[in-house]
């Protein structure tokens, strides 16, 4: 990975997007591709407090993506999302860093047996091993997912 080093007398903050791509279980064709700016929570920016302050130990990293049922529209002070009733619908991320601009997009794909039958409203970008774990979330109207769909969310955190 090249390093990019940018001049700046302050630090910047952090904005996000999310895409999620929606393909045919079957054929693998792209059905429907849905992209929202995200809101990047206060904890978020807590974490990379502790970063940059060599507290390497005190913070965790992104590990997953999560749906959720919660329909209250999102805050910086949120702290987590609504479970669906059987628990945390979740998927671990893999990370794909880009230089211009900097930025990491965190990958998860929920698969044809993955989180079906219910009607979800909401994502989150979740930490492991700290709590509050939520970074990102979004809210967004009602989706259900059947087994004859993939969801691939890519989820987009940029320096700026």
Same mark, same amino acid.
């Given at each position: 990975m090249e390093k990019v080093f940018v001049k700046s007398d302050k630090i910047c903050g952090f904005y996000g997007t999310l895409e999620l791509v929606v393909t045919e279980a079957a054929t693998g064709k792209v059905v429907e591709t849905k992209t929202w700016d995200n809101l990047v929570v206060t904890n978020l920016n807590n974490q990379a407090v502790y970063l940059v302050g060599g507290e390497l130990l005190a913070i965790g990293y992104i590990d997953r993506v999560a749906l959720g049922v919660g329909s209250v529209a999102a805050t910086v002070a949120d702290e987590s999302i609504t *479970?669906?009733?059987?628990? !945390? !619908?979740?998927?671990?991320?893999? &990370?794909?860093? /880009? $230089? $211009?601009?900097?930025?990491?997009?965190?990958? &998860?794909?929920?698969?044809? #047996? #993955?989180? *079906? /039958?219910? &009607?979800?409203? !909401?994502? /989150?970008?979740? @930490?492991?091993? %700290? $709590?509050?774990?939520?970074? &990102?979330?979004?809210? @967004?109207?009602?989706?259900?997912?059947? *087994?004859? @769909? %993939?969801?691939? @969310? *890519?989820?987009?955190?940029?320096?700026?």
């Open positions: *479970n669906p009733p059987g628990g !945390e !619908e979740s998927k671990a991320v893999t &990370a794909t860093f /880009g $230089s $211009s601009p900097v930025s990491v997009t965190f990958t &998860a794909t929920f698969g044809a #047996d #993955d989180a *079906n /039958g219910v &009607a979800y409203t !909401e994502a /989150g970008l979740l @930490f492991a091993g %700290v $709590s509050p774990s939520l970074a &990102a979330r979004r809210v @967004f109207g009602t989706m259900t997912k059947s *087994n004859l @769909f %993939v969801w691939t @969310f *890519n989820w987009t955190l940029r320096w700026v």
